[in-house]
């Protein structure tokens, strides 16, 4: 089992930055490929970033390369997402996920994550 906490979002100009934090619990997480989506109001949640158990690979949707930066600290059990160059069309609510065992190539499908946090809200004004 993965417990999953997310926590960093808030409101921001546009241009500015926000740095979410995703606080896991159970031994799972440091096998875990680790993954954002967000979900913007009467849109469907989709994929932001994901990050290989070692950190070593990432993967990033096309709308935030270059601007979002997905980490995480085993040592921690805690992922992160830097968002930098805001736009207001980031505002969404932000989840963090957990798929224990899965390969990256798989990370944008929301289906093979077993484990979601409650999510954040991040408001970017114009």
């Known amino acids: 089992q993965v417990q999953l906490v997310e926590s960093g979002g808030g409101l921001v100009q546009a241009g500015g930055s926000l740095r979410l934090s995703c606080a896991a619990s159970?031994?799972?997480?440091?096998?875990?490929?680790m993954g954002w989506f967000r979900q913007a109001p009467g849109k469907e949640r989709e994929f932001v970033a994901a990050l290989s158990w070692s950190g070593g690979s990432t993967s990033y949707a096309e709308f935030v390369k270059g601007r979002f930066t997905i980490s995480r600290d085993n040592a921690k059990n805690t992922g992160y997402l830097q968002m930098n160059s805001l736009k207001p069309e980031d505002t969404a609510v932000y989840y963090c996920a957990a798929a224990p065992y899965r390969r990256l190539n798989t990370a944008q499908d929301m289906g093979q994550y077993d484990y979601w946090g409650q999510g954040t809200q991040v408001t970017v004004s114009s």
């Open positions: 159970g031994r799972s997480f440091s096998t875990s490929v």
